[in-house]
């Protein structure tokens, strides 16, 4: 267990908060979706009400160093949203370090908040630890950007989960540097570590796992350390194809993974009868919209791919959701962008939905499954979906997080 924001006092205190605001923007500058801004504000809100001076910092895209990176990638419509939303003025500070952020800094009183622009306008930011190990001159710049951010403040808080399976400089190395201050995490971090954490390591059970997604190369981790912890594995999209055709299934022209059928059989064998696989799947000819599309069992024909499990599978594995009392689910059960291969994958956002009503502890790893989610218009049906994608997978793999380990335990 990790110190909170509950356990710290921080009136009268600079408080450095690593948020993670990367919202997308349209061409306008125009937040698309401020859901991460509005995960944000319990913490934000909590520090400011206890009087902290609020120093919050984030980074946005991908800046790659061109002249019009400082417009494109500010930070300056999320400064104003967020004030909005907290009913008071957040000031862009045009700089995350360097005499701006300083004279920002200093102008705080208790209970203000000030942003800091792009923490990505700077190279140093993700510079990884380990390029850095065999580089002293990189090692030098990222220790150097992150002693001008910790020099800012006199307690860290992290609350970007998003982020915090990655090393960079706000997460890693600038608490390092702090070592002897406060060090804890917000109440957004604080909720997935005790969901994909604690409702993982010990679930109630029965506990069922939905995978879903194109490859399972990219879920190999997680299904692993799933496997030994979870009843039954449902496993959907394109990724069961593999599956499929490891066994000497016909899957048409399904996209498959050939290289990984010897893994895909041990993984099967290792299982038994917990990994489902679909029965039947929604085929056709390509991955068209509007593509004529039927129903097909095993084997599927050689002109055509599967895009979506079929209504059979879809009953099935609703009723296998029905009795659990964990359900975790990552990756759509189809190309869910594209109608009508979309609906085993809203099929299974209900099933999770329906679960949580009877009692469930339901946990949506983040991606398109969390889209999907928003899509059907069941995100108030949900125990908790992960605000972090990638870091999501990554945490339910069991991987530690050096961002998270530095943080001061309860
Ligand atoms: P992932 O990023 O691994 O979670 O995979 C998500 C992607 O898998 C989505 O873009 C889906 O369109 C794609 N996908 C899911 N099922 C299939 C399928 N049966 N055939 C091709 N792509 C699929």
Not at 25 to 54: C, F, M, N, S, Y
Not at 371 to 381: C, H, M, Q, T, V
């Amino acid at each position: 267990m990790k110190k909170t924001i509950d356990d710290i006092d921080v009136r009268g205190k600079r408080v450095l908060v690593r948020l993670d605001l990367n919202v997308p923007l349209d061409g306008l500058q125009h937040i698309t979706d401020d859901r991460r801004i509005r995960a944000a504000l319990p913490t934000v809100q909590k520090l400011a009400e206890g009087g902290g001076r609020l120093i919050l910092m984030s980074h946005l895209g991908r800046p790659k160093g061109a002249a019009t990176d400082r417009t494109t990638y500010s930070l300056a419509s999320v400064a104003i949203r967020l004030g909005g939303l907290l009913e008071k003025t957040v000031p862009l500070v045009p700089d995350c370090v360097g005499n701006a952020a300083r004279d920002a800094v200093s102008n705080l009183a208790d209970g203000d908040v000030c942003l800091l622009e792009n923490l990505r306008f700077y190279d140093a930011e993700t510079i990884k630890d380990k390029k850095a190990a065999s580089d002293a001159q990189l090692r030098a710049q990222k220790d150097a950007f992150a002693q001008e951010l910790a020099d800012l403040a006199d307690v860290y808080i992290n609350d970007a989960f998003g982020t915090c399976h990655r090393d960079n400089a706000s997460m890693l190395t600038v608490p390092q540097l702090m070592e002897g201050k406060p060090r804890v995490v917000g109440y957004l971090v604080r909720h997935e570590l005790q969901f994909l954490g604690e409702s993982v390591a010990n679930p109630a059970r029965p506990f069922v796992c939905v995978l879903g997604g194109a490859k399972v190369s990219d879920k190999l981790g997680v299904i692993r350390t799933l496997l030994t912890k979870c009843d039954t594995i449902l496993i959907g999209g394109a990724m069961a194809y593999t599956f499929l055709a490891a066994e000497g299934e016909s899957v048409g022209k399904s996209l498959v993974e050939p290289d990984l059928f010897d893994t895909a059989r041990s993984l099967r064998a290792e299982a038994g009868r917990r990994l489902k696989l679909p029965v039947d799947s929604i085929v056709a000819a390509d991955m068209k919209s509007g593509a004529s599309a039927d129903v097909c069992g095993l084997p599927i024909p050689a002109n055509r791919m599967g895009l979506d499990i079929g209504p059979r599978t879809i009953a099935a594995y609703r009723d296998l959701m029905q009795t659990a009392k964990t359900v975790v689910w990552n990756g759509p059960m189809g190309v869910f962008e594209v109608s009508p291969f979309d609906q085993g994958t809203l099929a299974v956002a209900s099933a999770v939905a329906e679960a949580t009503d009877q009692g469930a502890i339901s946990i949506i790893g983040g991606g398109d499954s969390a889209s999907a989610i928003d899509k059907a218009g069941l995100a108030d049906r949900i125990t908790h979906i992960s605000t972090g994608g990638g870091a999501s997978l990554e945490f339910l793999e069991g991987n530690p997080f050096a961002a998270i380990d530095v943080l001061d335990d309860a």
